[in-house]
């Protein structure tokens, strides 16, 4: 729907619609841009307070993907009244206060609505250097693609929905998907990168595709080197999929190239759409092995090159080892 918006011609704005960005950058004066984004989303899990962790997290993201800092956030909250008592909505917005805590702001307004179902998520704005802002299209030739979460929360979270998980798997993704990628960031701006995303709905595969389409490149993702939570292959080999993943699958399937030993779950895991993942990076490969490890240092969960940007287009999936 956004490309159905009319560029922009405001020489002030450095990143806007044309090239699918995490977030919109507004040059302020010469050493200060303003990042600003939105995401909100149905539940993922059952517990309110960590419904509100996992959503707050997830908008945050998309400013940490920019290079930039979160200054302040504000609520967007829909709820069904009449349905799910308004303390249930409180323990909502408390967890996404908290993290909103952790990240080193505060929630100072927002907006609700009375909504069939419920539904949180924030505004984010952020602040950035115009010179160090991370857009999605900047990637070069020979860069390593590093990530920083394992991929599968939606298969896992699929599971849980069909009762196939245990207490532990639901404490394991809700974990995943709070972990703020602010400590990605750091790495990232400590070491330099080229290129920077974060996987979200689109998943790996489309999100990695973006990150190509805007360089005008191709890449190359390593399937074996791709790391996966812990007992999402075994859900995806069993059938068990969002609905997200045959669609993401079907939105670029054009542009992958495989050979038979890429497996069909193979396939399911990489387009499985996640919530709150991590960022990827387009790195140089000299700076590759100093990102992983700035990003083991900082506390991020993963420090994985999982491939890399050629010449041409499209995305070839093949294994390394």
């Not at 993201?61 to 303390?87: F, K, Q």
């Not at 998943?203 to 990150?211: I, V």
């Amino acid at each position: 729907m956004l490309a159905e918006l009319p560029d922009t011609v405001d020489p002030r704005l450095i990143v806007g619609l044309r090239t699918g960005d995490d977030a919109a950058v507004y040059k302020i004066r010469d050493d200060l841009a303003m990042v600003q984004t939105v995401d909100f989303f149905l539940p993922i899990v059952d517990d309110a307070f960590d419904f509100g962790r996992v959503a707050a997290a997830n908008a945050l993201s998309d400013v940490y993907a920019m290079g930039a800092d979160p200054v302040l956030a504000l609520a967007v909250i829909g709820w069904p009244r009449s349905v799910i008592p308004m303390e249930v909505a409180a323990q909502v917005m408390a967890g996404g206060a908290a993290v909103c805590a952790e990240a080193g702001i505060q929630i100072v307004g927002g907006h609700s609505i009375d909504d069939p179902e419920p539904k949180f998520g924030l505004v984010v704005s952020g602040l950035v250097h115009p010179d160090q802002v991370l857009r999605n299209s900047g990637a070069k030739a020979g860069d390593q693609l590093v990530l920083t979460k394992p991929i599968g929360i939606g298969a896992l979270a699929q599971g849980v929905k069909k009762g196939l998980v245990g207490d532990d798997v639901v404490a394991r993704i809700v974990e995943v998907m709070t972990h703020l990628n602010r400590a990605a960031a750091e790495a990232a701006r400590e070491v330099g990168v080229h290129a920077a995303t974060d996987v979200t709905g689109f998943s790996l595969l489309g999100h990695t595709l973006e990150m190509t389409r805007g360089a005008e490149l191709g890449a190359t993702v390593w399937v074996d080197q791709v790391p996966i939570l812990e007992g999402a292959r075994e859900l995806v080999e069993q059938g068990v999929s969002p609905g997200a993943t045959s669609r993401n699958l079907a939105h670029f399937g054009e542009s992958l190239k495989y050979s038979e030993a890429i497996t069909d779950a193979d396939l399911r895991l990489l387009a499985d759409p996640q919530t709150s993942g991590g960022l990827l990076f387009a790195v140089a490969p000299d700076r590759a092995q100093a990102l992983c490890d700035a990003l083991t240092a900082h506390g991020a969960l993963a420090s994985a090159v999982v491939g890399e940007m050629t010449e041409g287009s499209g995305l070839r999936l093949c294994r390394r080892g």
